[in-house]
């Protein structure tokens, strides 16, 4: 079973307006954490966004904000008012346990975001 | 400015032909990682090095060798074992050991066998 699932290859947005990337894990490690990378066509990782299993909150990072569903192990990412720099592909990425296995994240398959005008 | 270089940014390659991917970080992060990115698909986790002089196989180490001499170094070998090398490759590092830690990228190597 895959343990990061990403639906979505691609979604269109229009400029300012808000759009959700959905993303759906699969664990039994009652301690994980879930991450956001967004990757631009110059091919880097850029860390969006964190979110513990543990944390009561759902975190919120400027424009991004992560929608966690705990018990349908969901964790979206929404992005508001977006634009057109935001345009890229979205990893969404999980991480098991606390100890032992090092900070090793497994990756979904990405989503492609095109904004427009 | 601290950061992650991975050298060089395009590498051809013929077949049979060992290589070396460079990646040097200077945030002063314990932990370092080598990832394969494919067409389509996400990271693939190939070697993580979590201290120097110490280093596990992530998911897909076959056809690679790592070593881990310093801790601003972590540099990768594709070897003539790996079947497929052609792939962007993606060095990470991170503080430490804890969950919370994010992992901050390098900006890719593009590797080419030709």
């Known amino acids: 079973a895959q343990k990061i699932t990403q639906t979505q290859p691609g979604m269109f947005v229009q400029e300012k307006e808000a759009v959700t990337l959905d993303c759906t894990y699969d664990t039994s490690d009652p301690s994980y954490g879930l991450f956001w990378y967004k990757q631009p066509s110059s091919g880097e990782m850029i860390f969006l966004i964190y979110q513990g299993s543990y944390d009561q909150q759902n975190a919120t990072e400027g424009r991004y904000s992560l929608n966690f569903q705990k018990a349908r192990k969901s964790a979206n990412l929404v992005i508001s008012a977006s634009q057109l720099g935001d345009s890229a592909m979205y990893f969404c990425?999980?991480?098991?346990?606390?100890?032992?296995?090092?900070?090793?994240?497994?990756f979904g398959t990405g989503t492609q975001l095109k904004v427009e005008l | 400015d601290g950061g992650i270089t991975q050298s060089p940014k395009y590498l051809f390659r013929k077949e049979g032909q060992n290589v070396t991917l460079s990646c040097e970080q200077n945030?002063?992060?314990?932990?370092m990682y080598w990832y394969r990115q494919d067409p389509g698909q996400g990271l693939r986790l190939i070697y993580y090095?979590?201290?120097?002089?110490?280093?596990q196989k992530g998911d897909i180490a076959e056809g690679y060798s790592v070593s881990r001499e310093k801790k601003e170094s972590f540099p990768l070998t594709v070897t003539s074992a790996q079947k497929n090398p052609t792939a962007f490759y993606l060095c990470?590092?991170?503080?430490?050991?804890?969950?919370?830690?994010?992992?901050?990228f390098g900006p890719g190597t593009r590797l080419t066998v030709l």
């Open positions: 090095s979590q201290i120097v002089n110490d280093f």
């Open positions: 945030l002063n992060h314990d932990a």
């Open positions: 990470a590092s991170s503080i430490g050991r804890d969950s919370y830690n994010e992992q901050f």
């Open positions: 990425a999980m991480r098991e346990g606390f100890t032992g296995g090092g900070n090793k994240l497994t």
